[in-house]
């Protein structure tokens, strides 16, 4: 049997997702006894302890299905962001989201506008999907949302705007995006990944949850990143009463565990966690910046947990080299930035161990 000849073209043309290196794996590989990671943008300070202690509460109920509908989860979402019900879907991660808006909106030949580079995962579902995927490159690091507007056409339906992005850590402003959803053609819906929403600190950033009244607007949000819930998988979008509705119809009726669903709820009122975490990554953003500075490395200023660097044509051999020292980081070849590397702020240790090995590797002959 020749499975080849049965599988679906566009899967034999997909390029997989490499996902940051697991500590397990790195210690099995290279008989480490301590790894640390700074590959994903996790949290580093762990999870909210108020999302274990329910998690803890909640597992003498798991012999049943979940709450299909995470009805106190969406409740606890539309009081804190002052939304309807009916205007949440909650994803097995945002990552889901993406896919259920595809399976409501995209046919066959559909066009979806992507930056490149950002987060791949748009792409990458978009060519599952078969559509055709319309990529417009990054200005300086940062979404060019004029040229990604100019490439709209009445064959477009969805337009990808992560904001803040990964792996630059930069962000649109307000004000580009409402130049961006000004006069925009009513085919098109966009989605605005904030991911990293709880992060930014900049002010002339704009949360888009505002423009759901426009009814063309998707915002996708999750617990993976700032809440430090990435292992349980809960992300959120919020959009009209309609474009909700769609979602939901081709989701499966039990998208989301039930653990997920009450940590979620958990680690929402846990402000303390999200606060420390944030001041976390405010202090080791400043840190490293400095060490980075002082090595006279390019990097990209971040408003995230994240920082893109400019290592240069060493970069994947930089990236061995922290890997030997334990230290895991994202290599950005598939991303077409081969020269660069991005790194995960973590805690003080963490961030400390980070520079310090770079600055063997490239400054000193043990480094070799
Ligand atoms: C991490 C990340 C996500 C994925 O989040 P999940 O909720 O864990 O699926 C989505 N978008 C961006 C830009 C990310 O960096």
Redesign the pocket.
């Known amino acids: 049997m020749n499975v080849k000849e049965l599988v679906r073209e566009c899967v034999l043309t997909i390029k997989p997702y490499k996902p940051g290196k697991p500590i397990e794996e790195v210690k099995r590989e290279l008989d480490l006894k301590t790894v640390y990671k700074m590959a ?2 996790e949290n580093a300070l762990g999870p909210s302890p108020k999302a274990m202690q329910a998690i803890k509460k909640a597992l003498p109920g798991i012999n049943r299905y979940p709450d299909g509908n995470c009805f106190y989860l969406k409740k606890a979402l539309a009081k804190k962001y002052r939304l309807r019900p009916e205007n949440i879907i909650i ?8 896919v259920l808006a595809m399976l409501a909106f995209i046919e066959p030949g559909d066009e979806v506008i992507v930056a490149e580079p ?2 791949l ?1 748009y792409k990458l579902d978009a060519q599952l999907f078969e559509a055709r995927v319309v990529s417009v490159p990054l200005k300086a690091f940062r979404y060019d949302l004029a040229a990604m507007k100019a490439k709209i056409t009445s064959r477009t339906k969805l337009v990808f705007i ?1 904001n ?4 630059t850590g930069s962000y649109v402003t307000r004000k580009e995006v409402e130049q961006f959803l000004k006069d925009l053609p009513d085919n098109v819906i966009v989605i605005f ?1 904030e ?2 929403f709880e992060y930014v600190e900049a002010c002339d950033y704009g949360d888009c949850l505002r423009y759901l009244n426009r009814g063309n607007v998707i915002v ?6 700032a809440y430090g819930l ?1 292992g349980l ?3 959120w979008a919020a959009g009209s009463r309609e474009i909700i509705a769609y979602m939901n119809q081709v989701r499966d009726p039990f998208n989301v565990n039930q653990l997920a669903q009450v940590a979620a709820e958990a680690a929402l009122t846990d402000t303390r966690h999200v606060e420390k975490s944030r001041r976390l990554v405010s202090d080791g953003r400043k840190y490293i910046y400095a060490e980075l500075k002082a090595m006279d490395l390019f990097f990209v200023p971040s408003v ?1 947990n994240f920082i893109l660097i400019n290592i240069g044509p060493e970069s994947a051999a930089v990236y061995e080299k922290l890997l030997r020292r334990g230290i895991i980081v994202r290599e950005m070849t598939a991303w077409g930035l081969p020269n660069f590397l991005r790194v995960t702020i973590g805690t003080k240790k963490e961030n400390q161990l980070f520079v310090k090995a770079l600055k063997t590797i490239l400054f000193s002959k043990k480094g070799a």
């Open positions: 994903s943008n994803g097995n991660g945002s990552d889901e989201l993406f950002t987060f995962m992560a803040p992005d990964n792996p990944d991911a990293y996708c949000r999750t617990f993976s990143k990435c998988r809960v992300g995230t």
